[in-house]
């Protein structure tokens, strides 16, 4: 099974840490094709070396590449959104992580999409059993 991970860049790296351990657990379930999206040295600004078009069009390759679409939605990102879209007018199973924080909402267009698959959890181990879950029932 091939997994596209799907987490905040440019929109921010607050959840860095976290982005690492969930590709880590879902490396368990196949082969990740967005490690990248975990990696400690990424910053805010995104890749080194690679133009703009050239990251969109491996992107789009890899998620017309996977079979299923992880999306850790917690910080508002227009790429994982892009990604999510993406993914929905191709038929690929989708999960969306969402973790809830005071004073803020997840995007209706995220939260209200029935296939999008919007599931709220408060530590990495509720990300993991929610994640499990999805598998389970795919």
Same mark, same amino acid.
């Given at each position: 099974?091939?997994?596209?991970?799907?987490?905040?860049?440019?929109?921010?790296?607050?959840?860095?840490?976290?982005?690492?351990?969930?590709?880590?657990?879902?490396?368990?379930?196949?082969?990740?094709?967005?490690?990248?999206?975990?990696?400690?040295?990424?910053?805010?600004?995104?890749?080194?070396?690679?133009?703009?078009?050239?990251?969109?069009?491996?992107?789009?390759?890899?998620?017309?590449?996977?079979?299923?679409?992880?999306?850790?939605?917690?910080?508002?990102?227009?790429?994982?959104?892009?990604?999510?879209? &993406? *993914?929905? =007018?191709?038929?690929?199973?989708? %999960?969306?992580?969402?973790?809830?924080?005071? #004073?803020?909402?997840?995007?209706?267009?995220?939260?209200?999409?029935? &296939? *999008?698959? =919007?599931?709220?959890?408060?530590? %990495?181990?509720?990300?993991?059993?929610?994640? #499990?879950?999805?598998?389970?029932?795919?």
């Amino acid at each position: 099974m091939k997994v596209y991970f799907a987490g905040s860049i440019r929109g921010g790296r607050n959840d860095k840490a976290l982005y690492l351990e969930l590709i880590d657990y879902l490396s368990q379930f196949g082969q990740v094709l967005t490690e990248h999206v975990g990696f400690q040295n990424l910053s805010e600004f995104g890749e080194e070396g690679p133009t703009d078009e050239w990251i969109f069009n491996r992107d789009v390759s890899w998620i017309v590449e996977s079979d299923v679409i992880i999306a850790e939605v917690t910080t508002p990102s227009l790429g994982v959104g892009y990604e999510i879209a &993406k *993914a929905e =007018s191709l038929g690929k199973p989708i %999960l969306c992580l969402y973790r809830p924080q005071d #004073g803020k909402r997840l995007s209706a267009m995220i939260a209200g999409n029935i &296939k *999008a698959n =919007s599931k709220h959890y408060k530590n %990495l181990e509720e990300a993991k059993e929610v994640i #499990g879950s999805f598998f389970d029932s795919l």
